[in-house]
């Protein structure tokens, strides 16, 4: 199982971004994804998921109505678009997948800042 985040970076409050993450090794399309992200001196937080089949989302509440999950079965990706992003949400951000175990990317940072 392999799991690579892309897409962060720096953008100034209020602007967007969309996050990527490509999956390879497993059955992509019959697995939940999710989002996570660190933020520095925090722990790990979950951010969203989505369901196998592209629906069912769930978010931390912090973020509802500013970022969205999507996949692209075909492609193997999911994404997270981020918009109207805040200072608070500077973190490295990572995708998992729960199969035989837990499996994570290497995280991409988005840094919010003016």
């Known amino acids: 199982v392999q799991l690579v985040e892309s897409g962060g970076g720096l953008v100034q409050p209020g602007g967007s971004l969309r996050l990527s993450c490509a999956a390879s090794?497993?059955?992509?399309?019959?697995?939940?994804m999710r989002w996570y992200r660190q933020a520095p001196g925090k722990e790990r937080e979950f951010v969203g998921r989505?369901?196998?089949?592209?629906?069912?989302?769930a978010y931390v509440d912090s973020v509802k109505g500013r970022l969205t999950i999507s996949r692209d079965n075909a492609k193997r990706t999911v994404y997270l678009q981020m918009n109207s992003l805040k200072p608070e949400d500077t973190a490295v951000y990572y995708c998992?997948?729960?199969?035989?175990?837990?499996?994570w990317g290497q995280g991409t940072q988005v840094t919010v800042s003016s």
């Open positions: 998992n997948v729960f199969t035989d175990r837990i499996y």
């Open positions: 090794g497993f059955t992509f399309s019959s697995y939940v």
């Open positions: 989505i369901g196998s089949v592209g629906g069912n989302t």
